[in-house]
C-alpha cells in the first residue's frame, strides 16, 4: 500500500473506497474550476448547494496536474479528461511507465483532444 493512502483512515475514509472517493472529489475540483457558485452533492461529504468559491483562479482553465501512480484506470482517467499527467514514480525504472502513458494519450485522443493539449510531468523518486 501506498505511504501517502495511509493517512485516509486519519480522515474518517475507509481504503476500500479509494477510487471511488478520488473520482468523486475530483468530480467537485471540476465543478469548481468551472462555475463561480457551485451545487454539488456525492457520497462522501455534505451536498453543496449554490455555494460561492472565491478567490477564483486568474488561468481560465485553472490547469490540474492528475498525480497516478500506476493503475492503468488512473491513467485513462486522466486522459479522458485532458487533465495534464503526473507519472509518480517511487523507485523501479520509468521506461516501465511508457505503455500507461500511451494509454492516457490513447484516451484523450478518444475523448476528442489533440496531442498537444496532454501533458505528462514525472516525479521519480530513488530510495
Not at 475507509?14 to 465543478?31: G, I, R, S
Request: charged fraction near 25%.
Amino acid at each position: 500500500m501506498a505511504h501517502s493512502l495511509k493517512g485516509l483512515p486519519l480522515f474518517g475514509y475507509n481504503l476500500e473506497d479509494y477510487d471511488e472517493l478520488f473520482a468523486e472529489k475530483l468530480d467537485l475540483l471540476l465543478k469548481i474550476r468551472k462555475n463561480e457558485f457551485v451545487s454539488w452533492s456525492g457520497k462522501f461529504r455534505p451536498a453543496i448547494k449554490n455555494q460561492p468559491v472565491y478567490p477564483r483562479p486568474l488561468q481560465s482553465p485553472f490547469p490540474i496536474w492528475l498525480g497516478v501512480g500506476g493503475t492503468p484506470e488512473s491513467f485513462v482517467r486522466a486522459g479522458m479528461l485532458r487533465s495534464a499527467l503526473d507519472v509518480a514514480i517511487i523507485g523501479g525504472e520509468t521506461h516501465r511507465f511508457r505503455p500507461l502513458v500511451d494509454l492516457y494519450r490513447e484516451a484523450g485522443k478518444e475523448a476528442g483532444y489533440k496531442p498537444e493539449q496532454l501533458k505528462v510531468g514525472c516525479i521519480h523518486w530513488v530510495m
